[in-house]
T-cell receptor, first 112, second 115 residues
Framework: AQSVSQHNHHVILSEAASLELGCNYS??????LFWYVQYPGQHLQLLLKYFSGDPLVKGIKGFEAEFIKSKFSFNLRKPSVQWCDTAEYFC??????????FGAGTILRVKS | DTAVSQTPKYLVTQMGNDKSIKCEQN?????MYWYKQDSKKFLKIMFS???????INETVPNRFSPKSPDKAHLNLHINSLELGDSAVYFCASSHRLGGSSYGYTFGSGTRLTVV
């Protein structure tokens, strides 16, 4: 069965620090990959997605992610985090079929 | 205009009651979903409908019954509510093409609290 692993459940960073959140998936075929963000008390918002083409994907709010097929990974990065990036981040995979499979989420807290 | 709208936003009810959550999307998507986010924030799919036809039905108690009157609406009815049903329920929609889905958009969620 498909699974999505997010390596860190909690990450605490100071403002201006660089961020990298890990995501690995288990499906071997063609996949579509997503990162969603959920700010406290709010709904899921799409940060970025990968379907095909350039494996380095740029998203909103300065986030980017790199798809490395050989490693089954889709890590999320941001060069310099801000206090307002405090949120929970979910990696999700959609292989052949109609459902998104989510990782368990990573809670990011940015200290000001 | 809200793309995927759910009502109500909050729902507090007693054990044993029956309740419904409604979802509507105005994106022209042909596929809609219900996801459950538990207290540990883990998101899991419950159901998916494509053009009013049920295509995904994960292991969910029979007390949960989705209904899709048309492809823009997917409602969730829950019978005999239990404490463990307390969660945030997210509706989502997408466009299905070639067996995969694109353009997922989530609603703002319905926080259900069973007391």
């Amino acid at each position: 069965a498909q699974s999505v692993s997010q390596h860190n459940h909690h990450v605490i960073l100071s403002e201006a620090a660089s961020l990298e959140l890990g995501c690995n998936y288990s499906y071997g075929g063609t996949v579509n990959l997503f990162w969603y963000v959920q700010y406290p008390g709010q709904h899921l918002q799409l940060l970025l997605k990968y379907f095909s083409g350039d494996p380095l994907v740029k998203g909103i709010k300065g986030f980017e992610a790199e798809f490395i097929k050989s490693k089954f990974s889709f890590n999320l990065r941001k060069p310099s985090v801000q206090w307002c990036d405090t949120a929970e981040y979910f990696c999700a995979v959609n292989a052949y079929g109609n459902k998104l499979v989510f990782g368990a989420g990573t809670i990011l807290r940015v200290k000001s | 205009d809200t793309a995927v709208s759910q009502t109500p936003k909050y729902l507090v009810t007693q054990m044993g009651n029956d309740k419904s959550i409604k979802c509507e999307q105005n994106l022209g998507h042909d596929t809609m979903y219900w996801y459950k986010q538990d207290s540990k924030k883990f998101l899991k799919i419950m159901f998916s409908y494509n053009n009013k036809e049920l295509i995904i039905n994960e292991t969910v108690p029979n007390r949960f019954s989705p209904k899709s009157p048309d492809k823009a609406h997917l409602n969730l009815h829950i019978n005999s509510l239990e404490l463990g049903d307390s969660a945030v329920y997210f509706c989502a929609s997408s466009h299905r093409l070639g067996g995969s889905s694109y353009g997922y958009t989530f609603g703002s969620g319905t926080r259900l609290t069973v007391v």
